[in-house]
């Protein structure tokens, strides 16, 4: 399987594991992954899973981003707005 990174100059790069910041500054959780439309050539969607063992998952549209640094993601939403969120499935392969 071949990756290709595709980071413009002057951008930051989502990383698995930075931790997700509500707008009310709550952590809703952590990146667990990136989805993108091909088509586009764009992220879409990302991932964010909560809990210690029965891991929840929420699928957030990239839009809802404000800010990104190495380690954080920052969103315009409200954890509420998250929590409520239905849980993501994955599809299956």
């Not at 969607?45 to 990104?68: D, I």
């Amino acid at each position: 399987r071949t990756f290709e990174f595709n980071i413009p100059e002057g951008t930051t790069a989502l990383r698995a594991g930075a931790a997700v910041i509500s707008s009310d500054d709550e952590h809703v959780g952590d990146l667990e992954e990136i989805l993108t439309d091909p088509q586009e050539n764009r992220a879409t969607h990302f991932v964010v899973s909560s809990g210690l063992l029965l891991k929840e998952k929420r699928l957030v549209p990239t839009q809802w981003v404000s800010t990104m640094l190495d380690e954080e993601v920052y969103l315009s939403v409200s954890a509420d707005v998250i929590k409520d969120l239905p849980d993501y499935r994955e599809p299956a392969e």
